[in-house]
């Protein structure tokens, strides 16, 4: 049952874009996950059915080597 909804969005390492892609497809919860153009290079949606959970993802996301940077926005 998912209740909490997520959108991660990432600044990574020049040129580690499709690399991260890779990875976070690999993360349970992460449920789509795209490049972007603009501030950020990454983001991804993340399902998750509690807040612990989403947790677990989102630290899971900041340990990518070559993520530098994380904003999370979660849906209401």
Do not use: C, P, W
């Not at 209740?3 to 992460?30: P, R």
């Amino acid at each position: 049952l998912v209740q909490v909804v997520a959108y991660i969005l990432m600044v990574t390492d020049i040129g580690k874009e499709h690399e991260i892609l890779n990875q976070l497809s690999k993360i349970k919860g992460v449920t789509e996950a795209r490049t972007v153009y603009g501030e950020f290079d990454l983001i991804a949606r993340v399902e998750a059915g509690d807040m612990r959970t989403l947790d677990s993802a989102v630290t899971q996301i900041r340990k990518i080597g070559s993520v530098i940077r994380t904003v999370t926005l979660i849906s209401s």
